[in-house]
């Protein structure tokens, strides 16, 4: 087992994706840069807590697992300027004993764990700063032992965050079966770093977990598929380097979306968004794509950015969309055609999320049918559409059941995206052109041999999300105010001075103000042009 390493990486240049343009005249020059913002900008903290209230982990319990450092480092200290909690929110686990004293006999202080727990839950730049209690784990006893002897030591932390990777490639397919059927058996979501060049390691390569990556890359990050069967990892990237420190960050996401399910901000079942998978599920699909994002087929995601760049507050905004059932259900025979559904009536929203059950026969393909009609005030700007359907490997099953999604136009009846890896228990569709029309998302579970068939039932989590983004123009006294939705999240204003080819766009230095859901900016009166579009701010 090896830490990985803590050095910090620089920050790179962002990309941009115009979606509307606007052409004014300004009394003076727009102040322009390129500073990028802080990491709680870029993952949609400082937005979320902004806008909502309360969302910080409350009532959700941790675990952060840590390889030693050096003789028995491995704990987190309380008092640490990265951590600033009270000794009782801790319990610490090492060789099957456990503290809830500091400084106690099982170990000693661990400046990557302090490092990795301030990002996680520390006071003051933790993302989920208020979690009910953290039990800290020395990884070898945990790894070794508990994992795969199926241990849960009634702690009830079902978010486990892992900092840590193992570089023995041959421990890959067992560790990844106990981690499997510890998480399927309790219910428990790892979120693990890929590690730090090479291929993606142990314990991150596991089925049901959350493999992450570093987007700050400058020093590598472990890179996806995996070598076993060439499954999709890393799931998804934070930007924080290495990978130590991006990990927390999802961590952290995740602890705020099962505390966000728990309290009924995604409806009256509160059960369905405490699944792992759903977690999972809303936290892949939130995630913002680079511009250089690709998932070079049959893979769902990229072998870099997995679903691409953390985004909770675009997850938190999927989740409060509610569970919406599918519209219709029908069976064909195994690989038979399964066009678009005739069904009438649509999914009641175009952001949002369900936990459901499919159940088929090994001779035929069962279909859930989620039909959608994809249009609003936008006109003829182009939607983007993103979803992801996660489904576990079963406990004490090696093997999983395959399932595909489908996206086809009802009206035309033709296949506009689909993901059909056979290998991976994700899938995931992302089209960011889409017209506005009527679709049929398509959940399918094939029948047809071991390959393909486990069980004849399987539960999935699914996550989806279809907009269309404008500016807004307003005349306004001395000029005019421009504005944008703050939901989706990620956009923000450039400028240029001619729309001459080659169009050099510029962030402007102008802090939107947030008022009643929309981002406003003001921008003073004509002398001279300049052109306005939106981009989506990410730093590949």
Known sequence: MRMVPSAPRPAA?????????????????VVFSQALPDYFDIIGVNLLRATTTNLDGSGVRVAQVEAQEGSGQFEVTPANTNINLPVSDFTWYSAGSSATTFPN????????????????????????????????????DYYETRVPD????????????????????????????????????????????????????????????????????????????????????PDITAPQAPTSYSTPLVSGAAAILLEAGSRGDGGSDTNSPRDARTLK????????????????????????????????????????????????????????????????????????????????????????????????????TPFTGTITLVWNRQYSHSTINNLDLFLYDMNSGSLIASSTSQVDNVEHIYVP????????????????????????????????????????????????????????????????????PPIAWWGTGITPTVTNGSNYVFLSSASGPQFFQLYRFRNP
């Open 105 to 140: 006999s099982l170990g000693t202080d661990s400046p990557h764990s302090d490092a990795v727990g301030g990002y996680f839950y520390g006071l003051p730049d933790g993302v989920s700063t208020n979690v009910a209690h953290i039990d800290n784990f020395e990884a070898g």
């Open 433 to 500: 052109q889409l017209p506005a029309g009527r679709y049929d998302l398509e959940v399918l579970k094939h029948g047809g041999g071991a390959a393909n068939f486990t069980t004849a039932s399987e539960t999935y989590a699914l996550a989806f999300e279809f907009f269309a983004m404008q500016l807004t123009v307003t005349p306004s006294p001395g000029g005019v105010t421009v504005s944008w939705p703050i939901y989706p999240d990620g956009f923000y204003l450039e400028s240029a001075p001619s729309l001459t």
């Open 150 to 233: 199926l241990n849960d030591p009634d702690t009830n932390a079902r978010v486990v965050n892992q900092s840590f990777d193992d570089t023995d490639v041959s421990d890959q397919n067992p560790y990844d079966q106990y981690y499997d059927n510890y998480a399927a058996k309790f219910n428990v979501l790892f979120i693990t770093g890929v590690g730090d060049g090479g291929h993606v390691m142990p314990p991150s390569t596991c089925y049901n977990g959350i493999g992450v990556s570093a987007y700050y890359n400058t020093n590598g990050t472990s890179i996806g598929p995996t070598v076993d069967n060439g499954r999709a990892k």
């Open 13 to 29: 240049a962002r990309t941009a994706a115009a979606l509307a343009i606007i052409a004014l005249f300004l009394s003076a020059p």
């Open 281 to 380: 599920a809303l936290l892949l699909n939130g995630a913002i794509k680079p511009a250089t994002w690709s998932n070079p087929s049959p893979s769902p995601l990229d072998p870099l950015f997995g679903a691409g760049i953390l985004d909770v507050f675009e997850s938190y905004h999927q989740l409060l969309g509610g569970k919406h059932g599918c519209i219709a259900t029908t069976t064909v025979a195994t690989n038979a055609a399964h066009p678009p559904t005739g069904a009438t009536g649509n999914v009641s929203v175009l952001s949002g999320w369900d936990f459901n059950a499919i159940t088929n026969s090994a001779t035929t393909d069962v279909i859930n049918h989620y039909c959608f009609g994809v249009t609003n005030s936008a006109q003829s």
